[in-house]
T-cell receptor, first 114, second 110 residues
Framework: DAMVIQNPRYQVTQFGKPVTLSCSQT?????MYWYQQKSSQAPKLLFH???????NEADTPDNFQSRRPNTSFCFLDIRSPGLGDAAMYLC?????????????FGPGTRLLVL | AQSVTQLGSHVSVSEGALVLLRCNYS??????LFWYVQYPNQGLQLLLK??????LVKGINGFEAEFKKSETSFHLTKPSAHMSDAAEYFC????????FGQGTILTVHP
């Protein structure tokens, strides 16, 4: 089945230690998104790629970076994680980014910062 | 900015009872509206969406929602709740980007 895969499902890192979360998709979608979801809150868009074009949300901290080496893979890099970055990180895809399109979400990576 | 408001952060129903989850949007232009469901420690899954056309939208798992422009609402309903419906539900609008309401946790008790 076509799907969005996130690895690992759970990630533990230390305060200030860089961490990378990965997302892959078999849907061959052009657009990939990263959301941050803190406990009991709605997912919040961090940034997205339309093909190779990177689009950062205005309020996304500089501590968060992303890479998309090819259509299938997208990475979220947190350069110096703080305690406030502990959250669920959701990757999603859509075919061409149209506003009416469905976004397909992966199962998420839960990040714990010690 | 366009937004959605979900009334009630927690809703509890008995198995077999009607499910009603409320969502209101703020927009001068009718937006695209979505309902997603999130099971514990999982990603979001689309239940249904309204883009254009018929205002009563049917989704998966027996859910439906009606777009009411006069009330700026897009409430989610299901005639008979199942235990498996227990989850968190997010209403969303994509005027510009996909933005979610704060979510409603649905509890279904026997």
């Amino acid at each position: 089945d076509a799907m969005v895969i996130q690895n690992p499902r759970y990630q533990v890192t230390q305060f200030g230690k860089p961490v990378t979360l990965s997302c892959s998709q078999t849907l061959n979608h052009n657009v990939m998104y990263w959301y941050q979801q803190k406990s009991s809150q709605a997912p919040k868009l961090l940034f997205h790629y339309y093909d190779k074009d990177f689009n950062n949300e205005a309020d996304t901290p500089d501590n968060f970076q992303s890479r998309r080496p090819n259509t299938s893979f997208c990475f979220l890099d947190i350069r110096s994680p703080g305690l406030g970055d502990a959250a669920m990180y959701l990757c999603a895809t859509s075919s061409s980014g149209g506003l009416q399109e469905t976004q397909y979400f992966g199962p998420g990576t839960r990040l714990l910062v010690l | 900015a366009q937004s959605v408001t979900q009334l009630g952060s927690h809703v509890s129903v008995s198995e077999g009872a009607l499910v009603l989850l409320r969502c209101n949007y703020s927009s001068s232009v009718p937006p695209y509206l979505f309902w997603y469901v999130q099971y514990p420690n999982q990603g979001l899954q689309l239940l249904l969406k309204y883009t254009t056309g018929a205002t009563l939208v049917k989704g998966i798992n027996g859910f439906e929602a009606e777009f009411k422009k006069s009330e700026t609402s897009f409430h989610l309903t299901k005639p008979s709740a199942h235990m498996s419906d227990a989850a968190e539900y997010f209403c969303g609008t994509s005027y510009g980007k996909l933005t979610f309401g704060q979510g409603t946790i649905l509890t279904v008790h026997p």
